[in-house]
């Protein structure tokens, strides 16, 4: 190949293409016939002419004018393709192609699949939390505390991890029971307790108060009881 045909080769410059539409397209139902029209679409576009023929089209690939016409056609009524319109500064209309429906669903389809993956995340989190509630009590849960442990996330929209946090509380507590874990996450919620964090500085201050409260008391050092600090926010 000789330089001068190497530099116009170089000249034409290249497309881009997504990643994103490479690995997506059948995903978002687009067969490979319809894939390379909207490439041919998307070259013509980068290189200046933003509203090709089917003629032209045709030219560059294996398609008669007729499929490209009918292709073309279709690429429309599904939502991939439109047609809009602009004036240049003489204010002639001049028609164009836009791919931004095809880059819209593109990114519905991305939010979809991200909404998809976290409900299902939140789904075996609340799988899981049964699993560790019934463990703790060593039993399999009544029904009145199946409707609580949904009431606490469905209507009180208390994160999973907050009840888990609760449920250890009540554990160190000694007091298993899901009045208390109630309490426990209503005292949380009141005072504004939405993270792990927030809800251990507020367990960690609780239990400082206590073991003041227990320290100022007027009895001889030998009764008086320190009262651990539990890291119940610990797996």
Known sequence: MSNEKLIDWLEQGNISIPKLLMISYKQLNINE???M???????????GNRFPTPIEIASRMTFTETKC????RQL????FLEINEESDENHIIHEKYSLRPLW???LQMLYQQNMNEKIQKEQQLEIDLYSIFEQEFGRPLSPFECESLSMWIDQD???????KA?????????????????RILFEWKKNGIRTIEQAQSHSKKFRQSQQKQRNNENQPDRYKQTIPFYNWLEN
């Open 33 to 35: 016939e319809e894939m």
């Open 69 to 72: 016409t009918d292709l073309l």
């Open 166 to 182: 609760a449920l250890r509380e009540a554990v160190i507590s000694g007091k298993m029971n899901f009045r208390y874990i109630d």
């Open 37 to 47: 029209l909207l490439l041919h679409i998307l070259t013509f576009i980068e290189s």
């Open 157 to 163: 929209h208390h994160d999973p991890i907050i009840i």
């Open 104 to 106: 819209d669903k593109m």
């Open 76 to 79: 429309i009524q599904r939502g």
